[in-house]
């Protein structure tokens, strides 16, 4: 390592389950990436055991001043949260959201990838270029976690739980541009907005307000504005007819998690929670949970661990290296090296060696 080796300092938290295995296999190919690097740069890991078991020991997902040991990282890489010892809304807010929330990680991007040698469930995928991204306003919407339960005093039967959905101009406006944007960079220039303002007709009208007056600013760049219902429809029939999709909080929630499984799995699936102002770290995660059920017996899918690094590296600045990771992903299930989930039997370990073992013959075509 030389002086003018660029170090990323990342906090990694794998969390619970199978989060421990992938983000273990994306430490790995990060590893080797950075190896190969001639020390143009590395990555220097700090381990937090925050999770369902902390949780056991100290009655908290992470500790009180965990924000603030996190804040200085230039990335948090995370695993997946949940076990059966604590609710899962409290796993959720007491670790994940409590991160992404505090940290204003407010634009979540969930590419939906189509790869070589995975089958598809969407016949569309053997005679169509798919490939599209979800764009997931990630700081309020539905998940805003205001509302509250009362009037349990009434007795049983009687109780109310309001669940509040938030929608500001500001957190409307913000992620929109911010899909504009993208698609701006992308071959097909469009955004395709979800909306259900025809029955929630105050948050989700001003998501339609805002959606027009922003467009305007961007006549490069084509529009639409579906029903969420129709586009669950649309991602199913005419997928080809996608680029960049923004939606909502609890919407693009379920839209992203159809995409991955038209994809062939959650297990392919990547996300980003980013800070895009850069005023806190933006954090790296598979879209799939804890999978208590195949924890622990290595045969869990890496990939989406591994793609969510790709997201890292380009946040860092790394473009060209994150296309290295994402050729070798697709160099590896072209080859056959698939896990349980989407039809195979290779373990955790040996489709991790296999994108190692990629990028390496990437590099020494160069």
């Not at 999709?245 to 996300?271: E, P, T």
Request: proline share 4%; glycine share 10%; with cysteine.
């Amino acid at each position: 390592m030389s002086e003018t080796t660029r170090i990323f300092a990342i906090a990694s938290i794998p969390g619970d389950g199978v989060g421990k295995e992938v983000v273990a296999a994306g430490r790995q190919v990060l590893d080797a990436l950075a190896a190969q690097s001639g020390g143009t740069f590395a990555f220097e890991w700090t381990e937090f055991p925050w999770g369902s078991d902390y949780y056991a020991k100290h009655g908290e997902m992470m500790p009180a001043e965990g924000l603030d040991a996190l804040k200085d990282f230039d990335a948090i890489y995370f695993g997946a949260v949940g076990w059966e010892n604590v609710p899962d809304h409290v796993s959720l807010w007491g670790l994940r959201l409590n991160i992404t929330q505090n940290f204003d990680q407010w634009a979540n991007i969930r590419p939906v990838k189509f790869l070589p040698g995975v089958e598809s469930p969407l016949r569309k995928a053997d005679s169509a270029e798919l490939d599209w991204i979800v764009v997931r306003e990630n700081s309020e919407g539905e998940y805003a976690g205001l509302g509250g339960r009362n009037l349990s005093g009434r007795g049983p039967g009687n109780e109310v739980a309001l669940q509040t959905a938030l929608f500001t101009e500001k957190g409307c406006e913000r992620i929109m541009r911010f899909a504009f944007d993208l698609a701006r960079t992308r071959t097909v220039k469009k955004v395709s907005s979800v909306t259900k303002s025809n029955a929630q007709q105050y948050g989700m009208v001003l998501w339609d307000e805002v959606f027009r007056r922003v467009a305007l600013d961007y006549p490069d760049v084509q529009t639409e504005s579906v029903l969420v219902d129709a586009m669950s429809a649309k991602f199913v029939l005419k997928p080809e007819d996608l680029s960049v999709v923004v939606a909502s909080n609890l919407n693009a929630d379920i839209l992203s998690d159809l995409g991955s499984a038209l994809a062939g799995s959650l297990g392919l699936a990547a996300s980003a929670n980013l800070n895009p102002e850069r005023r806190f770290p933006s954090m790296f995660e598979p879209v799939h949970g804890s999978a208590p059920d195949i924890a622990g017996q290595g045969i869990s899918n890496p990939i989406g661990a591994i793609a969510s690094a790709a997201l890292m590296l380009d946040h860092f600045g790394l473009p060209e290296e994150a296309r290295r990771v994402e050729a070798a992903i697709e160099s590896a299930t072209g080859s056959g090296h698939l896990t349980r989930d989407v039809g195979g039997r290779a373990t955790t370990a040996e489709v991790t060696e296999a994108i190692v073992s990629s990028l390496s013959v990437s590099l020494a075509a160069v």
